[in-house]
């Protein structure tokens, strides 16, 4: 790949270097070609000697609406049953190429900054919460609704906390911005108007400091963590997802569920997949508690 040409994201080089998600028209999707962009958007930032923080930031109303689910949005002409089979080996690539994108975020020695606004459910979340520091717009809310058909935790069940991440997996209910950061999980909830201006004075800043000091400071925080298992529980997370794929096959609802995405539709998967859960007051749209 030539690292100037892009056609997902935006690169802007510089002290503080902006890496712009570009895609409002599919709701800035998780696809391949994105995944593979932004890994090299990072190797090229981190390779930079004049670059000092890195920016991400997205384009429209939603930083990321997750996986690339474009393909699966009307009926399909092939046959679930004989044509459209996921191995376990298809599965693993995906599996690895998902490692591949968030390992480079862990790998880069540069610090770098999120600001999220709008709709971030499951690969983008993990985009999100995957940065050094991450502010989100007051509109902004995060969940794994996938997760009641599927599996795995995702990796982040250190970052949330044990309790929470328990209830926050096991349920797949949508969490608010102003929540994450009531828990400690990110570092500031802003304005929709004022993310962008946000995000980039705190880059303003860091950018102030020794370039070397900062790659020290996040070397020593990025080893606290991996002694505390993060790095453990990042690969163990995608052997789940394995494992739950793997189980989808021979057990009957999420089975149906992916048929259901070929048959009919996504959202009338989903409206299937999360009707249970609506009389308990979820609603895939929008930051929703469990009324208790």
Not at 42 to 53: G, S, T, Y
Not at 141 to 170: C, H, T
Request: charged share 25%; proline share 2%.
């Amino acid at each position: 790949m030539n690292m100037l040409e892009y056609k997902t994201l935006i690169y802007e080089p510089g002290r503080i270097t902006r890496i712009i998600n570009n895609q409002p028209q599919f709701h800035n999707k998780f696809g391949y070609e994105f995944q593979d962009e932004y890994t090299d958007a990072l190797k090229r930032f981190d390779q930079d000697r004049e670059a000092v923080v890195a920016v991400t930031l997205a384009v429209g109303r939603n930083f990321s609406a997750g996986g690339d689910m474009r393909a699966y949005s009307q009926k399909q002409s092939w046959d679930f049953d004989s044509s459209y089979q996921y191995t376990e080996e298809t599965w693993r690539y995906e599996q690895e190429r998902m490692g591949r994108i968030f390992n480079s975020i862990v790998d880069c020695r540069k610090p770098m900054i999120c600001g999220a606004q709008g709709i971030m459910v499951a690969n983008g979340m993990f985009l999100a919460l995957a940065q050094d520091i991450t502010i989100m717009s007051e509109d902004a809310f995060v969940g794994v609704p996938i997760i009641r058909v599927s599996g795995g935790g995702g990796g982040l069940e250190s970052d949330l906390g044990y309790r929470y991440a328990m209830e926050f997996f096991s349920t797949g209910w949508n969490t608010s911005a102003q929540e994450l950061y009531r828990r400690g999980i990110i570092n500031r909830v802003v304005p929709l108007a004022k993310l962008e201006e946000t995000v980039m004075k705190y880059a303003n800043i860091i950018a102030l400091m020794p370039s070397e000091s900062l790659k020290l400071i996040k070397n020593s925080l990025r080893f606290r963590a991996y002694l505390s298992g993060a790095f453990e529980t990042n690969l163990f997370s995608r052997e789940m997802n394995l494992t739950a794929h793997l189980a989808s096959e021979a057990e009957g609802r999420e089975r149906e569920f992916y048929k259901m995405i070929l048959e009919k539709g996504m959202r009338a998967a989903c409206d299937v997949r999360d009707k249970p859960f609506e009389e308990y007051g979820f609603s895939r749209y929008k930051a929703n508690e469990i009324d208790i």
